[in-house]
């Protein structure tokens, strides 16, 4: 996970996408509602307006010659406000003020009938403008009349302001849930990504199998790329093990031809010095054929480790048959190998995988132990059942001691012992197989003791 | 225009310096700017609030200058700068003003919604036209109840109204027009009222206080829509007078107040506005001699005037010039 360049989050990019996408919605709904309210109000207060102003004109007539408008006493008490808005009227007959505030010019060329709104301002204050126009027909010929009624906005923007408070409350509403949601949304995506790792993450070192459970189909192409590395990587193992296997085989097969060929040339030589680097020859290819077996065996316990034959195991008989088999060494060496085993031992496991551990073991203590010493082979059933191969040689250096199970990894002061650096390497493989662990300790007199923990 | 602007400008001070008051007084020490009230209202009636402003506020002088409403209203219009508190009866007047954007705004958050007109005017009294009679002339008279009782007893009794009815000339004082109209608009009544006083020869006042004056003295021996504040105040003195509320509706007025938008003193201008809402809020009648708001309950059945801008409807030249033909018709029809 360290080596990986990470640039962004996901999950944030797309909260932060979807919540700067809500703030920009609820600015856009403020605008436009407080827009809408804006035009409501307007338009309210325009009808009054637009009443108030009719009214008047409604009341035109010639008397005497004379324009006169009796206006009724509603005309002006219908702008009334919360507010106390201010209120102004002009009266005009063309261009003459006929009465009312002479400040309130009507726009001219106004045509009869329609009523006409402006927005301008008296002394700082705003005011909305209605202004009607009528045509009224005298003796000597038409006479325009026109009406203006103008009245400050203070309840208005009142109104609005009361409007505006909602908005922005429904504004941050709707953002809240909006940014609710896209933190939902984001985290369900990422959830997915997390359980596809997690589900990469649990698998054991060896599991190369496809992934099988269901992907959104975003992910698919990223899952099924996943799938096919990993099968390659399969094959290639395989293949690798393969070529292994093969090549210890192939090695093994000519070094027993070679063996057989040196044994026989020994028994006919009689001169010292040939027969000494006879016996050498003889000697090394032992080593070297034991060590191709070991290779042999490391390929065979990758392999098995991932699907174990899995049988009814005696420990307790697998060991006393190693221990029969391995005896002609022992006694070469004048060592005494003791079996402190009582009853049965058993448990599931691969048999030929527990067997090649445990002689690689054995093979390592009456390696590793000066002759005539003994080694003793321990089951333990307590709580966790184990078995300790102890021998009575110059134990583990302490400062290798953690890195010795390590393929191909040898101890340093090994007075030209030969070895290939698997034996340990495969113990502590097998011991993983089974869901256990191998530890390497010393005894209180300096032997090794390896203890498999199955 | 300009012209006139400026010839006016100059002549000003000294139209305000010669300008003669019914009552002008000083109260405090006069050694800084006194604040300077315009009103309608007579100085009995404001003293004892002027003192008690004195009182509470230090170092501080009030000079008080009293005027007839239409006269009031004029001279204000001329020179705002001049004055810091102007006081009226006339509530159309007044509105016009406050609307006009001659007051300034007054934050006092306790006073009822309905008693002020956009933060600037506010109403510190409730005064009902009252019809007046003088009890001795009366005699053997029925004591009338409404406007109509007025009509029938004119009618059946001219000689004795001949030359002995009093009310407001309308075309001299603006509280007159302002009950006049609002009688006019209230009640078909009021203009056949105006009619049989016109044919009994009804004199012409510009004051309520003249007209209790002449009264008290028996010149008049009835009265129509003076200010039942005054005569009340009178009535308690003497027994002559009867003060009778009409039983369909008393017109109700509400005396108003303002500061001036361009007060020489504005600071002491607004704590006087403010001074005076709080002492009408408790209503101590030595304190506050004016008859105090009416709950908003009587405020339907007393028909008081709504302070809201149709007020300015009967100012509207035309309708005013109307209205005064219509009135002088029916009320001078005899000379
Ligand atoms: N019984 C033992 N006593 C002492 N050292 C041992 C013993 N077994 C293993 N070792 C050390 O661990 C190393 C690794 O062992 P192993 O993996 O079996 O490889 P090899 O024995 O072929 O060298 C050895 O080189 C040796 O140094």
């Given at each position: 996970m360290a080596d990986v360049n990470v ?180 985290s369900t995506t990422s959830g997915q990504m997390h359980r596809l790792t997690t589900s990469v993450t649990r698998r054991g070192p060896q599991d190369l199998s496809p992934v099988t459970q269901p992907v959104p189909?975003?992910m698919a192409p990223l899952v099924g790329s996943l799938n096919r590395l990993m099968s390659r990587l399969d094959h290639t193992l395989a293949q690798s093990e393969d070529f292994i296997a093969e090549a210890a085989h192939r090695i093994r097969t ?32 032992d080593e070297s054929s034991r060590a191709a077996g070991q290779l042999l065996d490391h390929a065979m316990v990758t392999f098995r480790a991932e699907n174990l034959e899995m049988s009814q195991v005696d420990l307790a008989d697998l060991l006393r048959d190693l221990g029969q088999s391995m005896s002609p060494v022992a006694?070469?060496k004048?060592i005494s190998i003791t079996m402190e085993i009582d009853g049965p031992a058993t448990l599931q496991g691969d048999a030929i995988l527990l067997q090649n551990a445990l002689r690689n073991l054995i093979d390592n203590a009456l390696k590793y132990a000066p002759?005539?010493t003994g080694v003793t082979v321990r089951i333990s059933k307590a709580a966790r059942l184990s078995v300790s191969i102890i021998d009575e040689g110059q134990g583990f250096a302490s400062d290798e001691i953690q890195t010795l199970s390590g393929r191909f990894v040898r101890g340093k002061d090994m007075?030209?012992k030969v070895g290939s650096g698997l034996g340990l390497t495969i113990a502590h493989e097998v011991a993983i197989a089974h869901g256990g662990e191998m530890i390497l300790t010393n005894t209180a007199e300096g032997g090794a003791c390896v203890t498999l923990y199955l | ?335």
């Amino acid at each position: 996970m360290a080596d990986v360049n990470v640039s962004g989050s996901l999950r944030r990019r797309l909260a932060l996408i979807l919540t700067g996408g809500a703030a920009l919605l609820a600015v856009i709904l403020f605008l436009v509602v407080r827009a809408l309210a804006a035009q409501v109000a307007q338009q309210g207060q325009d009808n009054i307006l637009n009443a108030s102003m009719a009214s008047v004109l409604d009341t035109a007539v010639i008397r005497e010659g004379r324009v006169t408008l009796d206006f009724p006493y509603s005309s002006l008490s219908m702008l009334n406000t919360a507010a106390d808005d201010r209120v102004f009227y002009a009266i005009h007959e063309g261009a003459t003020l006929l009465s009312g505030y002479d400040w309130l010019v009507p726009q001219s060329g106004l045509s009869a009938g329609d009523a006409y709104f402006e927005t301008t301002s008296f002394n700082g204050d705003q005011v909305r403008v209605a202004t009607g126009v009528r045509i009224l027909t005298g003796t000597d010929g038409p006479r325009t009349v026109s009406v203006s009624i103008a009245q400050t906005q203070d309840a208005l923007s009142d109104t609005l302001n009361a409007i505006s408070r909602n908005i922005v409350l429904l504004g941050l509403g709707f953002f809240m849930l909006v940014s609710a949601l896209a933190i939902w949304a984001a985290s369900t995506t990422s959830g997915q990504m997390h359980r596809l790792t997690t589900s990469v993450t649990r698998r054991g070192p060896q599991d190369l199998s496809p992934v099988t459970q269901p992907v959104p189909s975003e992910m698919a192409p990223l899952v099924g790329s996943l799938n096919r590395l990993m099968s390659r990587l399969d094959h290639t193992l395989a293949q690798s093990e393969d070529f292994i296997a093969e090549a210890a085989h192939r090695i093994r097969t000519p070094l027993a031809t070679v063996r057989s060929h040196a044994e026989a040339t020994l028994q006919r030589v009689e001169q010292v010095e040939n027969r000494k680097s006879l016996q050498a020859m003889v000697r090394a290819i032992d080593e070297s054929s034991r060590a191709a077996g070991q290779l042999l065996d490391h390929a065979m316990v990758t392999f098995r480790a991932e699907n174990l034959e899995m049988s009814q195991v005696d420990l307790a008989d697998l060991l006393r048959d190693l221990g029969q088999s391995m005896s002609p060494v022992a006694e070469m060496k004048d060592i005494s190998i003791t079996m402190e085993i009582d009853g049965p031992a058993t448990l599931q496991g691969d048999a030929i995988l527990l067997q090649n551990a445990l002689r690689n073991l054995i093979d390592n203590a009456l390696k590793y132990a000066p002759v005539e010493t003994g080694v003793t082979v321990r089951i333990s059933k307590a709580a966790r059942l184990s078995v300790s191969i102890i021998d009575e040689g110059q134990g583990f250096a302490s400062d290798e001691i953690q890195t010795l199970s390590g393929r191909f990894v040898r101890g340093k002061d090994m007075d030209n012992k030969v070895g290939s650096g698997l034996g340990l390497t495969i113990a502590h493989e097998v011991a993983i197989a089974h869901g256990g662990e191998m530890i390497l300790t010393n005894t209180a007199e300096g032997g090794a003791c390896v203890t498999l923990y199955l | 225009m300009r012209y006139l602007v400026f010839i006016m400008a100059f002549l000003l001070p000294f139209s305000v310096a010669a300008q003669e008051w019914e009552d002008r007084q000083v109260f405090g020490t006069p050694n800084a700017p006194p604040l300077r009230i315009l009103s309608s209202t007579d100085t009995s009636f404001f003293a004892p609030i002027i003192e008690d402003f004195i009182a509470s506020t230090s170092n501080t002088s009030v000079e008080y200058l009293v005027t007839g409403t239409v006269d009031l209203d004029q001279l204000f219009r001329s020179a705002p700068d001049q004055f810091d508190i102007v006081i009226s009866s006339a509530m159309d007047l007044q509105l016009k003003l406050a609307n006009d954007g001659f007051s300034s705004s007054v934050v006092y958050v306790d006073h009822p919604e309905w008693a002020q007109w956009h933060n600037s005017l506010f109403a510190f009294t409730s005064e009902p036209a009252a019809i007046v009679i003088n009890r001795q002339a009366f005699d053997d008279l029925p004591v009338p109840s409404s406007r109509q009782d007025l009509i029938q007893l004119m009618r059946d009794h001219p000689d004795r109204f001949q030359e002995r009815v009093g009310t407001y000339d309308v075309r001299q004082s603006g509280l007159g027009y302002l009950f006049a109209t609002q009688d006019a608009r209230a009640t078909e009544t009021y203009w056949r009222l105006t009619e049989v006083m016109g044919r009994v020869g009804t004199k012409l006042y510009c004051c309520s206080g003249q007209m209790i004056d002449d009264l008290q003295s028996g010149d008049l021996i009835m009265a129509y829509n003076v200010l039942g504040s005054y005569a009340k105040a009178q009535a308690e003195t003497s027994d002559d007078l009867i003060v009778i509320l009409p039983s369909e509706f008393p017109t109700t007025m509400m005396r108003t107040i303002m500061a001036s938008a361009t007060a020489p003193n504005p600071q002491l201008a607004d704590s006087f506005v403010r001074h005076l809402l709080n002492l009408q809020s408790i209503g101590d009648p030595v304190i506050f001699p004016l008859p105090p708001l009416a709950g908003s309950h009587d405020f339907q059945a007393q028909r008081t005037i709504n302070l809201d801008p149709a007020l300015l409807t009967y100012l509207d030249q035309m309708k005013r010039e109307a209205f005064i033909r219509e009135w002088e018709d029916a009320i001078v029809q005899v000379e």
